[in-house]
């Protein structure tokens, strides 16, 4: 889900809020009760959101996702690829120079 609303955005990248609330849009009739009840230790969400943010920190420690401190949510090459099968054109360039040891300017 994470990925996929990521890679449909413009820039591959949105805010925490935003990226929730896209998919809350898509996903709002599917939500158990069980989603829908807030955890004990975070009683102002939902559960599924507060999962939606583990899995946020998991795809960060599998390179899918940057590391940002700013509440931004942002592919890497690597998520962008997963969530759509292919390399946004400036990671391709990118991956050939590297490919060919030439930095890319």
Do not use: C, V
């Amino acid at each position: 889900m994470i990925l996929l609303t990521l890679a449909e955005s413009a820039d591959g990248e949105m805010t925490r809020a935003d990226t929730l609330d896209a998919i809350n849009r898509t996903w709002k009739a599917h939500w158990s009760e069980e989603d829908l009840t807030p955890p004990r230790t975070r009683p102002h969400e939902p559960n599924w959101r507060n999962r939606a943010s583990y899995e946020r920190a998991r795809m960060i420690r599998e390179g899918l996702l940057d590391d940002r401190a700013d509440g931004t949510w942002s592919l890497t090459a690597q998520g962008y690829a997963a969530a759509t099968g292919t390399l946004r054109p400036e990671d391709e360039l990118r991956e050939f120079y590297r490919s060919i040891g030439k930095p890319r300017r």
